[in-house]
Each structure stands twice: as structure tokens, then as C-alpha cells.
């Protein structure tokens, strides 16, 4: 195990709904990302958090936001949600990477699987 | 923007024999690392590759970086049923930024291992 929790692990929400996705981050780990996995694709960089900030963003609408804690633990809001906004919602946390461009090792959680009717 | 393309897409193999994935990038990376998807479970960190021309070896899993750091390889010799996942390239751009650490995944490779 990762030491990485998300909660819930499971949501239905209806069309035009808002929902909020947790995440903890493994212990010493200051560096969330979030990405969403539709089925039979890979993960899709959502954004970055670094010590409360937004470090980076994908091509993702603003209706995706986030938040990031003092205890590095992270929040994913959804507002006005669409059908296609169905999929696996992982967080992965690390430490920032090291100076020379590379990527500290991210370490996933299990993930919260999102159904939206 | 970054696109990241692996192949194939579906590989099935008898236990015992090679597999090979394939991962090309549009665009010069910095690093890429593999992932490793079980069925129902999340990515799972192997490797990372950061020098133009690398190989690292983990057991029977090869992995590769390109000298000119735009594709990769994983081969896995003489596969296990335990093998059996989806295998995922994911590559940082070289010029993506300062702060911005976005890593861009292929859609992976899913591996079957028949006993």
C-alpha cells in the first residue's frame, strides 16, 4: 500500500450536480496531482498542488478546481457536472521534485470511481 | 500539445513468452516513467528513465529510453500470469515550464498471460 487514501470510493451523482473528491497524501509528501481515467484510457493530469498552490494545470475546464491543505491532504471539485465527467479519479502525491528537471516518484491512490447519470 | 502514443494497445501472450510495449512521444521528454495497472486497482510506480540511451533492468522487466529521449520500451521476458495488467508509458515534457510538473500518460498497453 501507498499510504495514500481518496475518499469516497464511490459516488453517483446526477447531470449538473457538484461533488467534492479527498485525498491524504502519504506522510512527508508536500506534492498532490490529480488525474481522471475515463475506462479504457489513461490518466489525464487534472492539476497540480505544491504547498497549497497550483502548480500546474491540464486541459481541463475551470469548473475543476482544487484545494490543498496545510497537512498537504487535497481537495477535487466538480461543479455542474456532465455525463462524460464518468471516470476514476486518482490522486497521486510526492515529494517536489529535485533540481534537473525529474519527476519524484508519485505514488497513487486507490482512487474514487465517479458515475454520473 | 504533448501527446504520448503506445503500442499496442492489446497483447496476448502464452505464459512463458516475451512481451514488448512501445511508447513515442511528440515532443522531446525530460523523463518518462512506466506504471503498471492491475484490473480494478490503481497505477503503480516501476521506473523511471532520465539519460538519453538508458536501460535499466528490474528481474525479467527491461526498460529503454531513446537516445533521443522521444520513445521507450518495456520488454518483459519469459511472462508470469502475474504480469497481467495494463502497462503505462508517462512522459514530462522537456519544455513544460517552470512549476509545472504535468506528466502526460500513453493509454497503455493491457497485457493478457494465458497459463
Known amino acids: 500500500e501507498t499510504g495514500v487514501t481518496q475518499s469516497p470510493t464511490h459516488l453517483i451523482k446526477t447531470r449538473g450536480q457538484q461533488v467534492t473528491l479527498r485525498c491524504s497524501s502519504q506522510?512527508?509528501?508536500?506534492?498532490v496531482s490529480w488525474y481522471q481515467q475515463a475506462l479504457g484510457q489513461g490518466p489525464q493530469f487534472i492539476f497540480q498542488?505544491?504547498?497549497?498552490?497550483?502548480?500546474g494545470r491540464g486541459n481541463f475546464p475551470p469548473r475543476f478546481s482544487g484545494l490543498q491543505f496545510p497537512n498537504y491532504s487535497s481537495e477535487l471539485n466538480v461543479n455542474a457536472l456532465e455525463l462524460d465527467d464518468s471516470a476514476l479519479y486518482l490522486c497521486?502525491?510526492?515529494?517536489?521534485?529535485?533540481?534537473?528537471?525529474?519527476?519524484?516518484?508519485?505514488?497513487f491512490g486507490p482512487g474514487t470511481r465517479l458515475l454520473v447519470l | 500539445g504533448q501527446q504520448v502514443m503506445q503500442i499496442p494497445q492489446y497483447q496476448h501472450v502464452q505464459e512463458g513468452e516475451d512481451f514488448t510495449t512501445y511508447c513515442n512521444s511528440s515532443?522531446?521528454?525530460?523523463?518518462i516513467q512506466w506504471y503498471k495497472q492491475r484490473p480494478g486497482g490503481h497505477p503503480v510506480f516501476l521506473i523511471q528513465?532520465?539519460?538519453?540511451?538508458e536501460v535499466k533492468k528490474q528481474k525479467r522487466l527491461t526498460f529503454q529510453f531513446g537516445e533521443a529521449k522521444k520513445n521507450s520500451s518495456l520488454h518483459i521476458t519469459a511472462t508470469q500470469t502475474t504480469d497481467v495488467g495494463t502497462y503505462f508509458c508517462?512522459?514530462?515534457?522537456?519544455?513544460?515550464?517552470?512549476?509545472?510538473?504535468?506528466?502526460?500518460f500513453g493509454k497503455g498497453t493491457k497485457l493478457s498471460v494465458i497459463p
Open positions: 515532443t522531446t521528454l525530460s523523463n
Open positions: 506522510s512527508g509528501h508536500n506534492t
Open positions: 528513465l532520465v539519460k538519453s540511451g
Open positions: 497521486a502525491s510526492s515529494l517536489a521534485p529535485t533540481s534537473g528537471g525529474l519527476q519524484e516518484t508519485q505514488y
Open positions: 498542488y505544491y504547498r497549497e498552490e497550483e502548480n
Open positions: 508517462a512522459g514530462r515534457a522537456l519544455y513544460s515550464g517552470a512549476g509545472s510538473y504535468q506528466l502526460t
